[in-house]
């Protein structure tokens, strides 16, 4: 099955309220649509006669040494969307070498999480993506939790002080889960009852100092998620960050953005080879990985994709997913000439429709 397949089928499957939460951006969805278009505006411009039988793809990322130049971006809810839920994705990631960042609303815990992906791998490298809380002790609580689980790095999310407004969830009445579902990761956090749940936290409040207190408070690498303009990118490295991802969460929070791609050259720029840079949002084919990568990314997350591959046919469909992106992938380096992820250079990519010279 193709990918289009696989969303042909997930589509079929789902709810339709459960699918427009998936699918769905915010405002009029144009930054949503522009993130895939922003990649039929690149070209590749191969090297020839410097290629080699057999192409060597592994990155190192913090936390994550020799894994997949694809991972599987943070997303919320996946029980929605498979019974096996978190658990089927972290086993399809593990089994892949990919890493699965696991988020702050997954409905499953994330010690749960971790322990499905060591049911397909030895050492799987499982990131917890955080969205801080406007209580610094739940922030705390919640890197902890992360921590003792056996996750291998913190994603703290900052391109959220406020909830997006997505246009099809108002319409749907989509404003919390169903009975029998939850925030997992939100339980028994300081302040709330025994077993009680605490919101998902949005704030507006939450700064740089918040951050610092974040990397102080753990031993995990802590990258930032969320960055467009590189001047937060170099802060976000002043700031004790390991690495920067370059994101606008999906196209789901500000409809006026630019696409996730265009923003990258400059962040790589920023941030000069300090720490890894990685994006996400639009990937859909193994040669959006390799445009991502000459252009300045270490590797790319992947969102809506595995959410379809789930739905339509569980942790074989996320594997799927991530099989195909990796095949295409090694196959599109192959035909530029590559032996490795570091020749893909930034002259290889040139705007559609422009001279080169």
Known sequence: MTLDDLHAAARGALDPVH???VAGGAGEERVLADNERAFARYALLPRVLRGSGRRETAVDLPGA????PVLVAPTAFHRLMHPDGERATARAAAAEGAVLVTGTAATTAVADVVAAAREAASDPAVWFQLSPHPRREVTAALARRAADAGCTALVVTVDSPVFGRHTRDLRNGFTDLPPGYAAEN??????????????????PEVSWQDLDEIVRGTSLPVLVKGVLHPADARLAVEHGAAGVLVSNHGGRQCDTVPAALDCLPAVADAVAGRVPVLMDGGVRRGTDIAVALALGARAVGVGR????????AGESGVRRVLALLRDEYDHTLALCGG?????????????RGEPRW
Not at 186 to 203: E, H, I, K
């Open 305 to 312: 994709p595995v959410v379809w591959g789930l739905a339509a």
């Open 186 to 203: 939100m339980r028994d956090l300081p302040g709330a009852p025994p077993g009680g749940l605490t919101d998902v936290p949005m704030s």
């Open 19 to 21: 699918y427009d939460y």
């Open 65 to 68: 040494p020799r894994t997949a």
């Open 339 to 351: 032996r490795r992820n570091a020749d893909l250079t930034r002259d290889m990519v040139v705007r």
